[in-house]
């Protein structure tokens, strides 16, 4: 949580009665509180099945709202979701990174590179969270906890524009300026909860081997899951 905010948690037996504690208060329009739904895992993230997006987009909100509001923070959900892991706040932090207006990405490979290391498929046209697409100097991009994507116009490597558009008509609906008194950034959040650190899967199958041998697990079990690692 961030060093400035509260946050509290409401809690019922059930994952509807968690839907209409959260719709009743949101009802009421509460714009000095932040609001969030803590659902429950339908499938583990680890798992090759999906769960639903709109579950996924729920804690990935109220992980952002939780590192990176302000606001006072209420939290929505069943014991059952409650304990359910999450990643860690420093490995959350470590990759939210910010686009600002003026900076040098670089160049457009390290941000593709970035995006799909959040979580981010690819795709020719960015309609649902979790999205983007490079068409030459424009990157557009649907985070999780934004409610539109966002398009950045680039200047070769410089970031010279960041609107938020419509995903059907692609008419801007904001754009974020320069010293307008409203920041001139957007936090890119993972579009994941948990991100698979690819770049240390030696240390990670050392880790797995490890504690698969101290609970005498078998290879023919512990097989399987190095190769989908690998």
């Known amino acids: 949580i961030s060093e400035k905010q509260t946050a509290g948690v409401i809690f019922?037996?059930?994952?509807?009665?968690?839907d209409l504690f959260h719709a009743a208060l949101r009802f009421l329009k509460p714009h000095d509180i932040s609001l969030h739904i803590w659902s429950e895992w339908e499938h583990s993230p680890f798992s090759p099945v999906s769960s639903s997006i709109l579950q996924k987009i729920d804690r990935l909100n109220t992980l952002h709202?939780?590192?990176h509001s302000d606001l006072p923070c209420i939290i929505f959900c069943t014991p059952e979701s409650w304990i359910q892991p999450t990643a860690p706040r420093e490995e959350w932090n470590h990759h939210v990174f910010p686009i600002e207006l003026g900076i040098d990405?670089?160049?457009?490979?390290?941000?593709?590179?970035?995006?799909?290391?959040l979580g981010y498929v690819k795709s020719e046209l960015v309609e649902e969270p979790g999205q983007?697409?490079?068409?030459?100097?424009?990157?557009?991009?649907?985070?999780?906890?934004?409610?539109f994507p966002i398009r950045i116009e680039l200047f070769d490597t410089i970031v010279e524009k960041i609107r938020f558009f419509h995903p059907e008509t692609q008419r801007t609906i904001r754009e974020i300026e320069k010293d307008s008194?409203?920041?001139?950034?957007?936090?890119?959040?993972?579009?994941?909860?948990?991100i698979f650190p690819w770049n240390?899967?030696?240390?990670?199958?050392?880790k797995i081997k490890s504690d698969c041998?101290?609970?005498s697990i078998s290879r023919k079990i512990r097989d399987p899951v190095f190769e989908s690692i690998r």
């Open 200 to 206: 240390k899967t030696g240390e990670v199958l050392e």
């Open 65 to 67: 709202a939780l590192l």
């Open 181 to 194: 008194g409203i920041k001139s950034s957007i936090l890119i959040t993972p579009a994941e909860e948990i």
């Open 213 to 215: 041998d101290s609970r």
């Open 132 to 147: 983007f697409s490079i068409r030459g100097e424009i990157v557009d991009v649907f985070i999780p906890t934004e409610d």
């Open 12 to 18: 019922s037996n059930s994952a509807d009665q968690v």
């Open 105 to 117: 990405l670089v160049s457009r490979d390290s941000v593709r590179e970035k995006l799909v290391t």
